[in-house]
């Protein structure tokens, strides 16, 4: 295999990592930009999907078991994430930090539930035939590279999920009463916008686009009780680095952090390359404290 | 002058801390010891988290680099160093000799004084790097958490130098001191009681001195401490370090207790347990870190064997309901005048009527 190749197949591994975090991490986003409050259990969000997409596909055999499940795990997650924000998240929001650990506790009784519905081992989704091909380049500049199916679905999918929140935060009325409550709540409040009402339907979006997300998963690895862990604290930087509630600046974020680990991880090992990764954002906060993308804004209190 | 109740309580307590080796047996002994260790830690969390209102969920880290700061001591302890040898684990590695940041701790000095300054170094250096920028609130609290991540894979990745996920294990002897007899436990949980005791009455001063007022005041309004002249930076990163040397002695202890330090208990969950007892205990209390880290320590250590997966639950409903309806913790039941005690005096006083009916 030819070293470009090698960098191109990186980079793309890197794009698709990428995609992946930019589904876990978008109603992070959001919901941080308009509450100021982080979800812990966000990462039992991709669980939860991760097991609704194993079980459609059990009741749904077949090649399209996987576009099935797909809307079906995102109302269920949206559908959890409803019943989250409304009976732990609203009640707290006033104390961001105790929500950080509130939401931890839901995500421990999650991650427990999960493990005595269907063993701590985890479960086993097959992707459909149709997806187990690849693209393999055989001469030209870049010989040797291939390109899983499966990773190019998770590309095609992350696409689509960003255009149609980008298409409804920029073009529907409900984006403008997001943007107007994300720039400034009690003035966005007096004009008549529902804010308690926005709140609750940006935070299930945010949940329901990370049980797409944890379709997804499932086709990569196992989907086990603790699955989302491994890609929640990620998550998490991609927030630091994005800034408030930004979709663009998510993107972005989400870009910086999959293509750093792939491309690091060529010369480190995986371990390592989590170091580097913190490193990084702790050298990046240096200089752009407040994200890649920053809301001008004459408050003082973020 | 008439002294208060609480003085007595707090005399009999000191008290009975300073006889438990003469009357609890020694299994009991040893895992009081262990939870009076984690206590200084979490009198640290409740200095940053109470009343300097950082949230750290990256303890564990100041935690772990003050175990394994007298873990490497321990473990080359009767090992001749300059005839090669090596401790048990690098040999079954394949290490070929002993790394070099293992050479300084065969002092058992250095490690003893390593075992403050690693975590107090290292908690300045972050907290500044992170605050000075501004970074605070939720930011900081996820950051911490991706250092404890990074630090626990870490550690388990680079077996051949860390013990990997088993940590280091099986000392025998600090010093020439053998440290696995029974008398040798009842000694080093006096040495824990008191260090316990100097922390709680060194930060009782600290948090009544003029400092202690600022820090408050930056937790309140970081602005208006700004608007008034003050810098907030310096009472931010000096309370972070002082939180992670307490972090860093309490881990030293721990492991003396236990024998053994591990990845397992420097990590994501381990670190976000860690401020659970403090939520649940009382976060500007001092008292209440130490009562919330012997009472849900204890509850573990009943329930965790017994039926571990009641104890996930358990702890998940925990943190839910101690932060939704126990803000203040067990200790604002005492507090007059705090939401909990108006509430649990009202249900004291609606018995009264209905007795009195």
């Known amino acids: ?302 | 002058m008439k002294i208060s109740a609480k003085y007595y309580v707090g005399a009999a307590v000191l008290l009975f801390g300073a006889l438990a080796p003469l009357f609890v047996n020694s299994y009991e002994l040893s895992l009081l010891g262990r939870f009076l260790a984690l206590s200084i830690l979490a009198m640290g969390i409740m200095l940053i988290w109470g009343e300097g209102g950082i949230l750290s969920l990256g303890q564990g880290v100041f935690f772990g680099l003050g175990g394994y700061a007298l873990a490497l001591h321990l473990k080359l302890e009767g090992l001749n160093i300059a005839n090669g040898d090596m401790p048990d684990f690098m040999v079954w590695s394949g290490v070929s000799s002993l790394p070099y940041f293992w050479y300084p701790f065969a002092n058992p000095w250095f490690s003893l004084a390593a075992v403050v300054l690693i975590p107090g170094i290292v908690a300045a250096a972050f907290s500044w790097l992170v605050f000075r920028r501004r970074i605070g609130g939720v930011y900081f609290a996820l950051i911490t958490q991706a250092l404890a991540l990074a630090f626990s894979t870490l550690l388990i990745s680079q077996q051949a130098y860390t013990g990997g996920f088993n940590g280091l294990t099986d000392y025998s002897t600090f010093d020439g001191y053998d440290i696995t007899s029974n008398g040798a436990a009842q000694v080093i949980y006096l040495i824990t009681f008191v260090i316990v005791a100097a922390a709680y009455f060194f930060l009782r001063w600290l948090l009544a001195t003029r400092w202690g007022i600022m820090l408050r005041a930056t937790r309140d309004g970081e602005n208006r401490v700004r608007f008034l002249g003050h810098n907030p930076l310096p009472y931010k990163v000096g309370a972070f370090t002082i939180a992670g040397i307490l972090a860093g002695i309490g881990g030293a202890l721990f492991t003396l207790h236990a024998g053994v330090v591990s990845p397992a208990l420097v990590g994501v969950v381990p670190s976000i347990e860690m401020v659970v007892w403090v939520a649940l205990g009382g976060r500007n209390v001092l008292w209440g870190a130490i009562a919330g880290t012997l009472l849900v320590n204890f509850a573990k250590d009943q329930i965790s064997s017994a039926l571990p997966s009641l104890w996930l639950y358990g702890l998940g409903a925990l943190f839910i309901l101690s932060v939704s309806f126990l803000p203040a913790g067990i200790a604002g039941l005492f507090k007059p005048g705090s939401p909990e005690e108006r509430v649990y005096r009202r249900i004291l006083n609606r018995r009264k009527l209905e007795t009195a009916e």
């Not at chain 1, 509130?102 to 701590?120: E, P």
């Open chain 1, 1 to 302: 295999m030819q070293e470009s190749a090698f960098l191109v197949g990186q980079v793309f591994n890197g794009i698709s990592v990428a995609s992946l975090f930019v589904l876990a991490a978008l109603g992070l986003a959001l919901s941080f930009g308009l509450m100021r409050v982080i979800n812990m259990a966000h990462g039992e969000m991709l669980m939860l999907g991760g097991y609704l997409a194993y079980l459609t596909i059990s009741i749904v055999p077949g090649p399209l078991g996987i576009i099935v499940a797909l809307p079906v795990a995102f109302a269920g997650a949206a559908l959890l994430g409803a019943v989250l924000e409304f009976t732990v998240i609203h009640r707290l929001s006033a104390r961001p930090l105790d929500t950080l650990l509130a939401t931890w506790g839901v995500s421990l009784v999650l991650q427990q539930a999960a493990r005595n519905l269907f063993g701590a081992i985890g479960v086993q989704v097959v992707a459909p035939s149709w997806l187990n091909h690849t693209v393999s380049l055989s001469s030209g500049p870049l010989e040797g590279l291939t390109l899983p199916y499966t990773r190019l679905f998770i590309l095609l999918v992350a696409g689509l999920v960003l255009g149609a929140i980008a298409l409804l935060l920029n073009k529907t009325r409900l984006g403008l009463y997001v943007r107007a409550v994300n720039q400034d709540r009690p003035v966005a409040a007096a004009m008549g916008v529902n804010a308690r009402l926005v709140d609750l339907l940006v935070f299930s979006l945010g949940t329901g686009v990370a049980g797409l997300a944890g379709v997804i998963l499932a086709l990569l690895g196992p989907v086990t009780p603790t699955v989302g862990q491994s890609y929640i604290v990620p998550a998490f930087l991609v927030v630091i680095l994005g800034g408030l509630g930004s979709l663009v600046g998510t993107t972005i974020a989400s870009l910086m952090v999959g293509l750093f680990t792939a491309l690091i991880e060529i010369f480190v090992d995986v371990s390592v390359a989590q170091v580097l990764l913190l490193v990084f954002v702790i050298i990046f906060i240096q200089f752009r404290p407040q994200g890649v993308i920053t809301v001008r804004s004459r408050a003082l209190e973020g």
